[in-house]
């Protein structure tokens, strides 16, 4: 039986867990599969004692860590995440919590491996007043993180790698398209599974600038707004575009590819694939190049030619969707602190959503075997 301090204090936190997620007693006890609200109002009131069977319910519910309902005192303040597109519902909530916790889990491994925890090499100071200042950071971005010609076919493997942040590709419905966010944990971008590939490309792209500019937004939050839609999230619009389709790869391929002026439905679609962006993203890039004029490509976009040749031509690519596995960064460090007895394997299985039964499995298509030691080291001068 817990002491009473504690269970008051475990109630205590699923009543705000519950609250945070915007759910009434009903809505929440029909979540958790209680008969009537009542069992769950008694729970929160501390009048009825929860198994730990029932505790690990609250915390898949919730999307909460164990650790939060047990945890004294009051509860730290939660790292801000901002959307693009953010639909305000349970569900957003939920994914919301649940990128939380595995930025702060990350975080955790990073520690307990030994590995620099919370750097984000880009900065998180950069100032955007301009159009003008959107191509230069653009620019400037793009050589600081070496990237290829075409950048979106190894945007998700650099930003991880090499800039310290932490991304996750999570199945989210209809809660949003994307999200970032910076802490103690350094920098974190969430994305939808359930885009397409060259979607997600893009959004972490337009991510990035808002972790670029992240302390100037922060003072500046919903401030102007241009067409409906604010200015900020243009300017991250057009540094998406500037970073994954630069002008000294995009400008000669487009020009290889005209004939007699002109450019067919299927070289435009063929040559958005080959930069790994949507069509209607590489015209309008096009467009600010002085490349095609915007009557063009408004008048293009509308027809119903373009868009058969853009989708037949497509179905290939979600062959190289990103899915919801674990990066590969995650999982080795997660490896690590698995060998180094830091964690245990029914932890390591729940950071990777698998079954503590198929660890092997999961490891070997990362080139990994619970069952070697992994001895060995290099010394450094």
């Not at 705000?16 to 729970?43: C, P, T």
């Not at 209809?174 to 999200?179: I, M, V, Y």
């Amino acid at each position: 039986m817990a002491r009473p301090d504690i269970a008051a204090q475990v109630a205590a936190r699923m009543k705000l867990a519950r609250k945070e997620l915007g759910l009434s007693l009903r809505a929440a006890a029909r979540l958790l599969h209680f008969n009537n609200y009542q069992v769950l109002a008694s729970i929160e009131k501390g009048a009825r004692e929860v198994t730990t069977s029932e505790l690990v319910d609250f915390a898949r519910a919730y999307g909460r860590e164990l650790s939060f309902f047990l945890a004294l005192g009051r509860p730290a303040a939660a790292p801000d995440v901002r959307w693009r597109n953010r639909a305000g519902t349970v569900t957003t909530k939920l994914a919301e919590q649940r990128f939380r916790n595995f930025l702060e889990a990350y975080a955790r491994l990073e520690e307990l491996s030994g590995r620099r925890v919370g750097g984000f090499s880009l900065g998180s100071d950069h100032e955007v007043l301009s159009w003008e200042d959107v191509a230069r950071l653009g620019g400037e971005i793009s050589r600081q993180m070496e990237l290829c010609g075409r950048p979106a076919l190894e945007l998700r493997a650099v930003l991880e790698e090499k800039c310290g942040v932490k991304l996750l590709v999570a199945a989210m419905g209809s809660a949003g398209s994307a999200a970032s966010a910076t802490g103690d944990f350094g920098a974190g971008i969430l994305v939808n599974a359930m885009d397409a590939p060259w979607r997600i490309s893009y959004d972490l792209a337009h991510e990035l600038f808002h972790l670029l500019t992240w302390q100037q937004e922060s003072q500046h939050r919903d401030a102007e707004a241009e067409s409906g839609k604010p200015l900020r999230e243009r300017y991250a619009d057009g540094f998406a575009s500037e970073l994954l389709l630069p002008e000294g790869s995009v400008g000669p391929e487009f020009r290889g590819r005209l004939k007699n002026g002109r450019i067919s439905f299927l070289n435009c679609v063929e040559l958005a694939r080959a930069f790994g962006v949507s069509t209607e993203a590489l015209l309008w890039r096009l467009v600010r190049l002085g490349l095609l004029k915007k009557a063009s490509v408004e008048k293009a976009l509308a027809d119903d030619n373009l868009k058969k040749v853009d989708k037949a031509a497509r179905v290939g690519d979600w062959a190289n969707h990103p899915g919801t596995k674990p990066s590969r960064r995650f999982v080795t460090v997660a490896f690590e602190c698995l060998k180094l007895g830091m964690v245990s394997r029914g932890r390591f299985a729940e950071l990777m959503g698998i079954p503590r039964s198929e660890i092997a499995v999961f490891l070997a298509e990362y080139g990994y075997d619970e069952a070697e030691d992994y001895v060995g080291e290099i010394s450094a001068p």
